[in-house]
């Protein structure tokens, strides 16, 4: 069975969002990488792009196929996982730690912005019904 992190808020499209201070870091649930196989390249947004809440942001390929990066809030890119162009296998090895993808600069709490996503519990119900 997939881990999910509690503590984090979720989307029905299988991102995470981590509040960390004044941003969001990004990611995929293990559920999602479990689903994709093995990674082989991860496409995100530049520093500085734009994300309006449940629109692509970017691709993520692995050996079965290629799926869109939706993003869980609205806000700024302010940081990329760079480590992800060279090693993209890290979002299957730590989805929720060094696989994470980007950081995002939101208006208003980032706390608030996550907890308004869905909760752990279920996504986690969500996913068991897959």
Known sequence: MSEVRAGLGYTEEHEWAEARGAVIRIGISDFAQCQ???????EFPEVGATLEA????????????VSDLFSPVSGTVVKVNEELLDEPQKVNEDPYGEGWIIEVEVEGEAAE?????????RYGAFVASK
Do not use: Q
């Open 36 to 42: 994709l196989g093995d990674i082989v390249f991860v």
């Open 54 to 65: 449940n629109y692509p942001m970017g691709t993520i390929e692995s050996v079965k196929t």
């Open 113 to 121: 912005v996550v907890a308004a996503l869905w909760s752990a519990e």
